[in-house]
């Protein structure tokens, strides 16, 4: 069966400081892979999406960037928080069509 | 751009009350219209889908209904019971571009004992 990964699961960040959220998906090969932010009290906005290693799309420009380093593995990334950059961040996969899968969530504070 | 609008923002409902949920959609090619439940600090779940070449899906309790003139599509709960108290999510897709679903802004049910 496929389980997807996503770690940390809460992290605390002054303004200023990096940031790298990982997501890694077993059990299944060539994934599609998304990265979405759950601002409180609103809905899913879609961050990035990639259809396989190198390939990333961005679908809000902002503050933040992610990485398709391996098959499975899905990175975000920031070089200098924002505190509009809290929130709720989740990662999914998909076949190529239908359901999405998401991860368990990594909440994000930044003070 | 928001393209799909869902309502109400929070609903609280008896035990063994219907719930209901409605959401509107702009783009007319969208063709997939999944419902993802989320329970508090966890990931969304798909719940239930429906593409509009039917009017109607009913899976146990939970039941979507589609208006394809309208562009409308509605989630209905029968029977609530509190374990069902979760936000719930209403997406649009087209198939051409994958999972790349957009959402509605959530509705948190609470249905009281």
């Known amino acids: 069966s496929q389980t997807i990964h996503q770690w940390p699961a809460t992290l605390v960040q002054p303004v200023g400081s990096p940031l790298s959220l990982e997501c890694t998906v077993e059990?299944?090969?060539?994934?599609?892979l998304y990265w979405y932010r759950q601002a409180a009290g609103r809905g899913l906005q879609l961050l990035f999406y990639s259809v396989g290693i190198g390939q990333i799309s961005s679908e809000v420009p902002q503050n933040l960037s992610a990485s398709r380093p391996q098959d499975r593995q899905f990175i975000l990334s920031s070089k200098k928080l924002l505190l509009s950059d809290s929130g709720f961040y989740l990662c999914?996969?998909?076949?190529?069509?239908?359901?999405?899968?998401f991860g368990e969530g990594s909440r994000l504070t930044v003070l | 751009q928001q393209q799909v609008k869902q309502s109400p923002q929070s609903l609280i409902v008896q035990k063994g009350g219907i719930s209901i949920i409605n959401c509107a959609y702009e783009n007319t090619a969208f063709d997939y219209f999944p419902w993802y439940q989320q329970f508090p600090g966890k990931g969304p779940a798909l719940l239930i889908a429906i593409r509009p070449d039917v009017s109607e899906k009913k899976e146990g309790r939970f039941t979507i209904s589609f208006n394809k003139s309208a562009k409308q599509f509605s989630l209905h709960i029968m029977d609530s019971q509190p374990g069902d108290s979760a936000t719930y999510f209403c997406a649009a897709s087209k198939e051409t571009s994958g999972s790349r679903l957009t959402f509605g802004e959530g509705t948190q049910l609470t249905v009281n004992p």
């Open positions: 059990g299944t090969s060539n994934p599609n």
């Open positions: 999914a996969w998909s076949r190529d069509t239908g359901e999405l899968f």
